[in-house]
């Protein structure tokens, strides 16, 4: 881990697209303005993990086959499909 020390108004630069700038310190925190592209998530740790915790209880979800045969008879117009 690369531990820096800054000052308010102070940045770190990750790259050529993300830049990290000191905006305010108040008592015990550390308030942070972060410029990245669009297409870069930026999430508070709790809401990453939330996230990830959410994307893997999603794919561990199952659908038996029974159930997909009673979907493709719903979308062929097919209501008997048990």
């Known amino acids: 881990m690369l531990v820096l020390t800054r000052k308010?108004?102070?940045?770190?630069?990750?790259?050529?697209?993300?830049?990290?700038?000191?905006?305010?310190?108040?008592?015990r925190q550390v308030k942070?303005?972060?410029d990245a592209p669009r297409n870069i998530s930026v999430n508070r740790e709790e809401i990453y993990k939330r996230i990830q915790a959410e994307n893997e209880a999603a794919?561990?979800?199952t659908v038996?086959?029974?159930?997909?045969?009673?979907?493709?008879?719903?979308?062929?117009?097919?209501?008997?499909?048990?």
């Open 8 to 27: 308010i108004g102070e940045s770190i630069r990750i790259a050529d697209n993300i830049t990290i700038k000191i905006v305010e310190l108040d008592n």
């Open 32 to 34: 942070l303005g972060i």
């Open 59 to 61: 794919s561990a979800a």
């Open 64 to 82: 038996s086959d029974q159930s997909l045969q009673s979907i493709a008879g719903l979308l062929k117009g097919n209501t008997d499909s048990k």
